[in-house]
Structure formats: structure tokens, C-alpha cells
């Protein structure tokens, strides 16, 4: 009775702030809309908006009206529909596949810094691709083989440090550290093998910077199933990952099967995160904020955060590729510079404003 | 549920490598019934906590929840029968108290199905029963230490199970707090019929909110039984090396233990500490301040002839000193005096404390004599012998007697204890071996 009073009265604090949330998660929708609305305008080809608007929308003839002597008619439709779009929807999905991946593992390790490579899975991925470069294995198929073995690398990699996890009794900073140890394992082997050949590490490094350039309908279709696919599922985990915040065993005493949550999450988060990867390379940074921007503005939630994040991430990677296309027209910028460039000021701001509250909050 | 006392532990044993933390463990715990478990640090409270979770592997040994071996039972299902309140349970984010407790549904959850609501009801009774419906709302780093406390406590009881456990769940807590986490346990056990075991430090709480203590030493178990037939002197003596006094409060029957100082003193740099036996001469109350610098020090220390009905023989009583008593008003007896001589000729040092000298006990001061010369003799001096000699003078003549002899004055307890510092760590205090034999 007296409780129902005064739960009347403690709503308004936390209802103020559930606004500003909301306001919060609608700006990055709308942000993430308008990228998407305004992405296919933007690329390195000049291409006037009318143009590429009537080629989205199936005009039978484009270019009406428009001389250009830099491109064909047909060659604006191709780049519309088999550069422009592609490239696109893998921007959001690899950046999708970062921002949950980094959520589900900076959940299991409690652990703020943690992020999709954290694991050594960037690493593995390397060694994938670097064998492909190196014993010129099916290189032939380069855009598939590449890929494939990246992906193989780097999943490999989550599952090596998965069976580390299986010990029963183990602790999480027993798996970070050997995460970190296999990590460096894998960079050894790599620079071995590229020892016997420098020419391509130049390669390898090109690839290790991240980019949407290999982007098209049928790569667009595999990193969409196996991001969805499994990061759907990965985002179910939310009611695990809160109670795993209270520490591993209070979580396993409220009846949280910490052992197989770990064990899932970081498979997972590995193949996820593979998915992407073995197509853009490393993108940096996107993993590492993506989960921190929903946690400091909508709050810490699990349920919400992997979601978050995942939207968070595409909305990041999406406006940090048109960004470095709007700033550096002439030349691809390979889009894990530019994440790394636009998103660690951003990020910085957002932990000194935060550091700034919380001691604010000490001294009340 | 099936039959079956709410908790059975079977010849548990735990190791942590080498280290055995449980050995042997049997016990048994009945539904509704609030059993703390006390010990020292190390003694294997938590680790028996721990080992009832499943958070341990057994060395040896079962453990039966309400009749069902925890060993079959899945992870989610004993998360259903137990529940635990750790120690100091660190929410770091600040989730509203409402969601927090929500978490401590999920073994009542289908997996990934949303919260019904049979959870919403568990929430607000759980709120409730701790005292935070108003709070519901409120992010949970909003929260007082007590009313954070409660909310650990609201988010086990979510999970509605018949058996909780705490691990020190008001050491954080000021007394206030204490009183008022524990009455609410206490009210959950009786309304509820929760099963309660709590691992508590405080005797004195164990004791007046428990209806059975189990102490376990060095990882067995030394005592079980209610409060008052377990929290005995022995007991402290024995299981913490606490020399305490115990008292029974009058109106409930419940004792309550006044710890007054280790059996044995911490052995630092300081060369008093398990030094002696000093011998302290003394009576009348002189001797006061005196004992309790020895025994803050933890010098060992003897006492005599002291007067029954005197607050000497009574601090020497409270702080566990062998002591030698007389009647009060009557001469000493040569039996007393004998006894006295005993501790006199053990000991290293001797004191002789201001006390007002009169034809009754002049034998106090002058039984001192012999071993002027012998070993360190220290005489205050504040009040001068003057002015506490009712013997017309014949104290005042001994008392010069053994300043001439050899023997120290001092003014202060601060003083003695420089100098008898001095005398410990000096040639003379060093190579004679310890005698303990005072202590036994």
C-alpha cells in the first residue's frame, strides 16, 4: 500500500532517464537510416544523385538529361547496383558482426577492453589469408579461397581458445591469457612463413588494413547467412551475460551454466566475427566502442546491448565509409584506417565525459 | 520435493591442492531451521558454502539437498533449491533494482521465453521481504551499502528457493544495518519456512539470531549446538586463542562474549611481547594500569597478593592472569605467601605497583626482597611510599631497603614499559629460554 505510493514516486527519476535513452537509441535509427538512404549517392565515381536514384529506383533510362564523359550510362548502373549496394550492405553487416561479437565478449570476460580480436581471432584470420598468399593455394579462386581460409583461421582460432574454456574450474583470466598467448603464436607462424617470401607481406598487410572492396551480391549473401544466422542467436544470450556481470559464480548460483554460456558465446562471437572478416579483413575499433556508446547511453542491460551494439556497429562502419570517400575521393581509403582515425576521438570524448559523471556521482 | 532434512552433508571433504579445507564434514540441517556457521578466518566456512553451491569439486564425501544429491541435480535445478548471498556482491552497472532482482528469476525461466507473470509476483515479494518496494525503480549504485545488502538479498530470494545460504552478509554493515538484515532473515525463516545457514564472524549476532551454531576449526567441526551451550570460554580459548568473558543477558537467556586478549600475543619486533612472566606486585586498584600496559604489549604476566574483593583481582581475572588471592581485611597466610614466592621466583621481572602498604600486607612488599639483585626489580613511585604507608613507617623502611638493593623506580606505566623493554631485548632478557609453563 504505502509501497505503491512511494513506487509512484521513484518512477520519475528513472523514467526521465529512460527518455533520454530512447531519444538516444532513435537518433542512432535515424542516423543509421539516413547512412543508408544517403550511402549509394557517395562514391569514388562521380555520379550525379539524380541519376543514381532513378537507376535504384529501375528507371529505364537513367541517365536522361546528364552528358558525362567520365562513365557510360550502363557503366553508372553497374557500379550503382554491383559496387555501390553491395559494398553497403556489407558495411552494415560486417559492422553489425563486430559491434555484437565485441558486446557478447566484453560480456563472458567482464571486461571493457575486450573486443572481437581480443582472442587472437584477427590473427587467425591472417594466417588463413597469408597461407592462401603464400603457398598460392587455389589462388586462382583468390575472391572465394581467400575468404574461406580467413574465415577457417579465425573460427579455428575461437575454437582453440574454446576447448581452453571447457576446464571446468577454469578462470576467465586463464582463457585471456591463453587467448593472448595463442595470439602471439599465430603472429609468429605468420611472420615465419611470410619470412620466405617478403614480397607478400606487403599484400597481406593490404588486407589486414580492412576494406569493403571485395563486396558483391554473392559475398553479400554468405557474411549476411552466417551473421544472422549465428548472430541471432548470439543475441539471445542477454539474460546469461547480466548475471555473469555479478560474477561467475553468483551467476552459476541463480542457475546460469556459466561453463557452456562461455563456451557458446565466444564460438559464437568467433564465427561471427569470421564471417566478416574473412571479407573486409581487420576492421578495427568498431567491436571495441559499438558496446560501449549503447552501454553509456541506453544503459547496461545485456538484453539490449548485444542488439545495440549490432546496430550501433553497421551505423559506424556504414558512415565511417562514406566519410573516408567524402574526405579522400581520389583514393580508396581502406575503411579500418578510418574507423580507427574517426572512432577513437569519439571515443575518448565519451569516457572523459563519463569518468567526469561518475566522479561528479562520488562526491554526492 | 522429496523427504529428507534441508541440507546433508555426508563425510565431505575439500581440498585445494595440498590444503585440506573440509575434512570429514557431517551435519545435518532441518527445514526452517537458522544455523550459523562460525569459525575463524580460514576455518572453512566459505568453502563449505562454496562446496553446497557445486561451486567446489568434493575430495570425498555427499552432499543431500531436501533428499537429493546435489551431484544429480543440473545446474538450473539447484539454482531452484539454493540460493546464495554472497560476500560482497559487486554490481558494477547500474541496473534498476527492479531488473536486478528480475535476474535472479532465471532458473525459473523457460530459456529465452520473457518474464511472466509468476516472476513479476516473485519480484515484488522478494522487494518486499527486503524492505526496497519503494525502491524498485532506483538504479542499484543509488543505493545505500545496507539497502545494497537487502538488494542482494531481495535478488537471492527471487529465486525462491528453500535453502539460503550467506557468507558474512553483514560485515559490511553498521550495527543498525546488522540488526535489521538479520531480524528480516530471521522473519523469512518463520513466515517461510526458509532453510538458513549463515557463515557469521559476530558471536554475539550468531547468538541471538540463530537457533544452532556449527564452528568449524581448521576445517572440522569442533561444536554444534544452540548458542548458549556452544559459545563457551573454553570454546574462544580454544578455537580463536581469544581469552573472552562471557555473560548471559538477563532477560533472553542469550550470552554475549566480551573478547579481552589473545592467548597467545602477537610476537612483532617489540621484545615484550611474549616476554616474561613479569611479576606485578600489587592491590588496592594500583595495580591497573599497569596489568593492561603489560597485556596491551603482551608481555606474560603474573599477579599477587591481590584482595578478593579487589577490581585488580578482578581485571586479572578478565585478562587471564595466574593470580594469588587472599581473603579481604585478613593478614596474608603463609599459604598464600608460599604461592606467591612461586610466581615471584619465575618470573623475570618483577613489579611492585603504588599500593597502599598496611600491617596486612606488608609481607607483599617484603617477600620482594630476596630477589632485589637478582633479576630486574621496578618500584613506582607515584604515589611516594610515604604517602601510602599505614604501617608507621616500616614500609617506607623496606621500600628504601630495595632502592638501595639495586632496585628501579619508576613513575609512569609508559616508563616501565621502556625499561622493562630495555631489560627484554638486553643481554640479561635474551638468553634465558621462555617459560611458559605459567600459561598452562
New interface residues.
Given amino acids: 500500500m504505502?509501497?505503491d505510493v512511494?513506487?509512484a514516486?521513484?518512477?520519475s527519476?528513472?523514467?526521465r532517464r529512460l527518455g533520454r535513452a530512447w531519444r538516444l537509441a532513435i537518433a542512432v535509427a535515424i542516423l543509421g537510416l539516413l547512412a543508408v538512404l544517403v550511402s549509394p549517392l557517395i562514391g569514388p565515381v562521380p555520379i550525379p544523385a539524380e541519376v543514381v536514384l532513378r537507376v535504384l529506383f529501375g528507371s529505364a533510362h537513367p541517365c536522361a538529361g546528364y552528358v558525362s564523359s567520365a562513365y557510360s550510362c550502363s557503366a553508372a548502373r553497374v557500379i550503382v547496383w554491383e559496387v555501390r549496394v553491395p559494398e553497403i550492405l556489407l558495411a552494415l553487416i560486417a559492422g553489425a558482426a563486430l559491434g555484437i561479437s565485441g558486446a557478447g565478449l566484453q560480456g563472458i570476460f567482464r571486461n571493457p577492453l575486450a573486443d572481437p580480436f581480443l582472442l587472437g581471432i584477427s590473427s587467425g584470420a591472417t594466417l588463413g589469408a597469408s597461407v592462401v598468399l603464400v603457398f598460392q593455394v587455389g589462388i586462382r579462386e583468390a575472391n572465394l579461397v581467400l575468404p574461406l581460409f580467413a574465415f577457417l583461421g579465425a573460427s579455428g582460432t575461437g575454437g582453440v581458445v574454446v576447448l581452453l574454456a571447457r576446464n571446468r574450474?577454469g578462470s576467465v583470466e586463464t582463457l585471456l591469457l591463453g587467448g593472448v598467448a595463442i595470439a602471439s603464436f599465430l603472429s609468429a607462424a605468420d611472420a615465419l612463413m611470410l619470412l620466405y617470401n617478403p614480397a607478400l607481406s606487403l599484400q597481406v598487410d593490404y588486407w589486414l588494413l580492412g576494406g569493403l572492396g571485395s563486396a558483391s551480391w554473392s559475398v553479400d549473401a554468405i557474411a549476411t547467412s552466417l551473421v544472422v544466422a549465428f548472430g541471432t542467436v548470439l543475441s539471445?544470450y542477454g539474460?546469461?551475460l547480466?548475471?555473469i556481470?555479478?560474477?561467475n559464480?553468483?551467476a552459476?548460483?541463480?542457475?546460469?551454466?556459466t561453463n557452456r554460456v562461455r563456451v557458446i558465446v565466444i564460438l559464437l562471437a568467433s564465427v561471427v566475427t569470421a564471417a566478416a572478416v574473412a571479407f573486409t579483413g581487420i576492421i578495427g575499433f568498431v567491436g571495441l566502442v559499438s558496446p560501449h556508446v549503447i552501454?553509456r547511453t541506453v544503459?547496461?542491460?545485456y538484453r539490449i546491448v548485444l542488439g545495440g551494439s549490432a546496430i550501433t556497429g553497421a551505423t559506424f562502419l556504414l558512415v565511417a565509409r562514406d566519410i573516408s570517400i567524402l574526405a579522400f575521393p581520389s583514393s580508396v581509403l581502406p575503411i579500418g584506417i578510418f574507423t580507427a582515425f574517426a572512432g577513437v576521438p569519439f571515443f575518448l570524448y565519451l569516457l572523459l565525459r563519463q569518468s567526469r559523471v561518475t566522479a561528479m556521482?562520488a562526491g554526492s | 520435493m522429496t523427504a529428507g532434512p534441508a541440507l546433508r552433508l555426508t563425510d565431505v571433504t575439500v581440498r585445494y591442492g595440498e590444503r585440506i579445507a573440509l575434512r570429514d564434514l557431517d551435519l545435518s540441517i532441518a527445514r526452517g531451521e537458522v544455523v550459523a556457521l562460525a569459525g575463524p578466518n580460514g576455518s572453512g566456512k566459505t568453502t563449505l558454502i562454496r562446496a553446497v553451491l557445486g561451486l567446489l569439486p568434493l575430495d570425498r564425501g555427499s552432499i543431500e539437498i531436501l533428499g537429493e544429491p546435489l551431484a544429480s541435480l543440473s545446474i538450473r535445478e539447484r539454482a531452484r533449491r539454493v540460493a546464495w548471498v554472497p560476500q560482497g556482491e559487486g554490481a558494477r552497472d547500474d541496473v534498476r533494482l527492479a531488473d536486478y532482482i528480475q535476474y535472479g528469476r532465471y532458473a525459473h525461466r523457460e530459456p529465452w521465453s520473457g518474464e511472466l507473470s509468476t516472476d513479476r509476483a516473485a519480484v515484488a515479494r522478494a522487494l518486499s521481504a527486503a524492505g526496497l518496494a519503494d525502491r524498485a525503480q532506483e538504479g542499484i549504485l543509488s543505493l545505500s551499502g545496507g539497502e545494497r545488502q537487502r538488494a542482494t538479498l531481495a535478488r537471492a530470494l527471487a529465486q525462491e528457493a528453500p535453502l539460503l545460504l550467506l557468507d558474512e552478509p553483514t560485515s559490511h554493515l553498521d550495527i543498525g544495518h546488522q540488526l535489521d538484515f538479520l531480524g528480516r532473515v530471521r522473519q523469512l525463516a518463520r513466515e517461510s519456512q526458509v532453510t538458513v545457514v549463515a557463515a557469521l564472524h559476530d558471536l554475539n549476532l550468531a547468538a541471538r539470531f540463530t537457533d544452532r551454531v556449527v564452528v568449524l576449526s581448521r576445517g572440522r567441526q569442533v561444536a554444534d549446538g544452540p548458542a548458549p551451550e556452544v559459545l563457551s570460554e573454553d570454546l574462544l580459548r580454544r578455537v580463536w586463542g581469544v581469552v573472552a568473558e562471557r555473560r548471559i543477558e538477563p532477560q533472553t537467556g542469550v550470552p554475549y562474549l566480551i573478547p579481552r586478549r589473545l592467548v597467545e600475543p602477537p610476537r612483532g619486533d617489540d621484545p615484550l611481547a611474549g616476554w616474561g612472566p613479569v611479576h606485578v606486585v600489587g592491590g588496592g586498584g594500583s595495580a591497573g594500569p599497569i596489568l593492561r600496559m603489560l597485556a596491551d604489549e603482551g608481555a606474560r604476566t603474573t599477579v599477587g597478593v591481590l584482595n578478593l574483593l579487589d577490581s585488580d583481582a578482578e581485571l586479572a581475572e578478565d585478562l587471564g592472569l595466574p593470580s594469588v588471592i587472599e581473603a579481604p581485611f585478613a593478614p596474608l597466610s603463609e599459604a598464600v605467601r608460599r604461592e606467591n614466592s612461586e610466581l615471584l621466583a619465575r618470573a623475570r621481572a618483577i613489579v611492585v605497583g603504588p599500593f597502599p602498604v598496611g600491617p596486612s600486607n606488608l609481607a607483599n612488599l617484603a617477600d620482594v626482597a630476596p630477589f632485589v639483585g637478582r633479576i630486574p626489580v621496578f618500584l613506582a613511585q607515584e604515589p611516594p611510599i610515604s604517602a601510602r604507608d599505614w604501617t608507621g613507617g616500616r614500609a617506607t623502611e623496606v621500600w628504601n631497603r630495595l632502592l638501595a638493593g639495586g632496585a628501579t623506580p619508576f613513575a609512569t606505566p609508559a616508563e616501565l614499559g621502556d625499561r622493562l623493554r630495555s631489560v627484554a631485548g638486553g643481554p640479561i632478557g635474551r638468553p634465558v629460554p621462555a617459560d611458559r609453563s605459567h600459561v598452562e
Fill in positions: 504505502g509501497g512511494a513506487s514516486r521513484g518512477a527519476e528513472p523514467k574450474y539471445l539474460p546469461e547480466n548475471l556481470q555479478l560474477g559464480d553468483v552459476q548460483s541463480a542457475g546460469v551454466s552501454r544503459g547496461t542491460d556521482g
